[in-house]
Structure formats: structure tokens, C-alpha cells
């Protein structure tokens, strides 16, 4: 096999995945999915951010990356227990990585994980609402 067909097949793979990641992407969207950005480890750089798509599924809320190979959820969301610590505006270092006029919400699970979520004006609104239509008697300390 020459070089040539070793370009060709690499080119070949290449325009192939960039084409699922883009339908994946519609696919998700399409379904009434918002652009979120995501990241696990809370790290000062700005850096580890992961851009995706969020859905409300009753009482979670599912994530999954754009450029993922995975055809579930890369990340499960439980409202139980799952609290706002701090808000804030991204860095200059993080918007790379976040939808248009996003807002960072630092945030715990009841498993004692911490993670950071990224969104525009209009999916804040439609989380915050969702988290705020929890079930009567459990608390919300971050709306007083």
C-alpha cells in the first residue's frame, strides 16, 4: 500500500467521523437538547471544559459530549440532592469552550461530586426552573 492510499483512507476516516459528529450533534439538538458546556474537575486554568448538549429527563438531567463516539450519555445529572455552590462569569481562558454569553454555575451532587456547567441565558433559565420544580419539601439554598 502506498502513500497514497494511506492518505486516502486516513482522509476517508476522517471526513467520515466528522460527518457522525455533526449528525449526532443536529440529532441531539433537534431532540430538545441545549448547548452546555461541562467539566468535572474544577481546575483553575480555564482549561478541561467539554462542550455538549443537555436534556431534562423527568428528574435528571443528561449530558452528552459533541465529539464523543458514545451513544448514550456521557454524564447523568440527579436533581436529588444535587445543589448551585456559586455562580459566576467565565474567565477570559474559558469561553473557548461555552455557548454565547454563558454563566458558570460551580455546583454538588449528593455523591459528594463536584462539577461546573457552562450555559446561555435561555438553558439557565430552563435549569434553574427545572431544579426549582423538585418535588414540595426539599430545600434550595441558593434562592433566598
Do not use: N
Not at 84 to 110: F, H, N
Request: hydrophobic share 45%; charged share 20%.
Amino acid at each position: 500500500m502506498g502513500i497514497a492510499e494511506v492518505v486516502g483512507v486516513v482522509l476517508f476516516v476522517a471526513v467520515v467521523l466528522l460527518a457522525y459528529f455533526a449528525w449526532r450533534r443536529i440529532r441531539l439538538l433537534r431532540a430538545g437538547g441545549v448547548h452546555v458546556a461541562l467539566r468535572s474537575r474544577l481546575d483553575v486554568s480555564g482549561r478541561g471544559w467539554h462542550l455538549g448538549v443537555g436534556h431534562y429527563r423527568g428528574d435528571t438531567f443528561v449530558w452528552s459530549r459533541v465529539l464523543s463516539l458514545r451513544t448514550g450519555p456521557d454524564r447523568v445529572i440527579d436533581r436529588d440532592g444535587f445543589e448551585i455552590d456559586d455562580r459566576r462569569e467565565p474567565t477570559a481562558s474559558e469561553t473557548y469552550a461555552m455557548p454565547t454569553g454563558a454563566v458558570v454555575l460551580r455546583c454538588s451532587g449528593a455523591k459528594g461530586e463536584s462539577v461546573e456547567i457552562a450555559m446561555g441565558p435561555d438553558a439557565l433559565t430552563g435549569f434553574l426552573s427545572w431544579l426549582e420544580s423538585a418535588p414540595p419539601g426539599r430545600s434550595i439554598p441558593w434562592a433566598s
